[in-house]
């Protein structure tokens, strides 16, 4: 039996190092700073953010560090940890959309965004990363990185973005342009918000409803697992994760015909109009809705979409009333939407929530987009690690590949380090 392997966030001497050191041997100069933005675990509200719908991230200890330096050019060179011997370079000079390939195109895309936005002041830039997000793993490493360099960009360019909440909105604005536009990967938000937005202890409910002023649309919700001897288990499956290959964007294109169909303006004013007063969907009007939609495939996404945003704050209520039963059974059945109508698992997502569930766990979702990647399980405490064992043990005898855990609790957003 081999133990299962626990992925450490980076503390942040070793992170600010290790993104310096790098910069130095790059560029054979130290940079002017070490910024870092975190990871995310979507606790509940899954495929709901391009559907203005609500979502209830938090921020992961792990981190993705950038050593920054500024150039008086339009040239950005860009060098990772994941290979530190290959430096990538483009020219900010009438670069077009999609026009960077490879992981270079996030952190240039954000500069490429920045300018587009009428930011004449951001020039080219040299950096150098290093991350313990788990690449690949539906924790948003990508949106680590956009937000930490866009938050470096505001800066070291003398934007004046990043110091307030409402004026992080417009860095993620860049970031989510990066990511959709320059990297092909569509996003809806939820993301960069929360790398950007969470607080230390608390889970923020990001309300993606257009028109919302940015105090509107977060409002940060406890989530303290200490309180009820819990313990958050974070699981990287390590299937393969895609969000580019089209089925991210088909599931999209469905949600929003199916909104024109309906004659509303998105799903979530859909939703509005079958909630009851805590959230939970009656039935019968749900089923007045789906009956409107001929496609049957429309109507399971339409369900999922509709199900999941009213379990939101429903898990809200459990939680900070100490109810986990409820908690866990809200995860259960997200996960379940998840897999039957939205048909975003796969096996290695569906074993693991199954083993978790049996071996203890009050609940367990697939977390993130799908199609590989997450999940996360809520147990009591000091069970993760055997739970996450049991996992692995299952994924050995099915011959899927080796699981990674990590240890989670709800982190602070990002921040410049030195």
């Known amino acids: 039996m081999t133990a299962v392997e626990f992925i450490e966030p980076m503390s942040h001497d070793i992170g600010v190092s290790a993104a310096a ?3 130095i041997k790059a560029y054979g100069c130290k940079p002017e700073g070490v910024w870092a933005a975190p990871g995310r675990v979507n606790l509940i509200g899954e495929h709901t953010d391009y559907n203005a719908g609500l979502c209830l991230p938090i921020a992961l200890p792990h981190r993705t560090f950038i050593a920054l330096k500024p150039r008086e050019d339009t040239t950005v060179r860009v060098v990772s940890d994941v290979n530190p011997g ?6 900010l000079r009438e670069l077009q959309a999609g026009a960077v390939q490879g992981w270079a195109a996030y952190p240039v895309g954000v500069a ?5 936005a009428g930011f004449d002041a951001v020039r080219g830039f040299d950096a150098a990363f290093s991350s313990c997000v788990p690449l690949g793993s539906g924790l948003s490493s990508s949106a680590a990185m956009t937000c930490s360099t866009a938050l470096a960009l505001d800066e070291v360019f003398g934007l004046g973005y990043g110091s307030t909440d409402a004026g992080r909105v417009t860095l993620i604005e860049a970031a989510i342009k990066s990511e959709n536009d320059m990297a092909g990967a569509s996003t809806g938000g939820l993301d960069q918000n929360a790398s950007m937005r969470c607080s230390l202890g608390h889970a923020i409910r990001l309300d993606c409803k257009p028109g919302l002023t940015p105090l509107e649309s977060v409002s940060p919700k406890e989530f303290d697992l200490d309180k009820y001897g819990l313990e958050l288990l974070v699981l990287d499956t390590q299937a393969p994760h895609q969000l580019n290959d089209g089925q991210y964007a088909q599931r999209r294109a469905t949600c929003e015909e ?3 169909v309906l004659g509303a303006d998105n799903l979530r004013a859909v939703a509005e109009g079958v909630a ?3 959230g939970s969907i009656a039935d019968a ?3 007045d809705v789906l ?9 399971k996404r339409v369900r999922h979409v509709i199900t999941e945003i009213g379990r939101v704050d429903r898990f809200v209520d459990a939680f900070a009333q100490g109810d986990i039963k409820t908690a866990g059974e809200l995860f259960n059945a997200s996960h379940d939407s998840l897999r039957d109508d939205y048909e975003v698992t796969v096996p290695e997502l569906d074993t693991a929530v199954d083993v978790a569930r049996a071996n203890g766990a009050y609940g367990a979702r697939m977390t993130g987009g799908g199609f590989g990647g997450s999940i996360i399980a809520l147990v009591d405490k ?4 055997e739970i996450a064992q049991k996992i692995a043990d299952e994924f050995a005898a099915r011959g899927f590949n080796a699981p990674r855990a990590l240890p989670a609790f709800a982190a602070p957003a990002a921040s410049r380090e030195i």
């Open 21 to 23: 050191e790098l910069f």
């Open 86 to 91: 290959e430096v990538a370079e483009a020219d």
């Open 112 to 116: 490429w965004a920045l300018r587009e």
């Open 258 to 260: 199916a909104a024109r």
């Open 276 to 278: 009851a007063a805590d």
């Open 285 to 287: 009007a749900l089923a």
């Open 291 to 299: 009956a409107k939609l001929d496609d049957e495939t429309m109507k």
């Open 382 to 385: 000091g069970q993760g690690h």
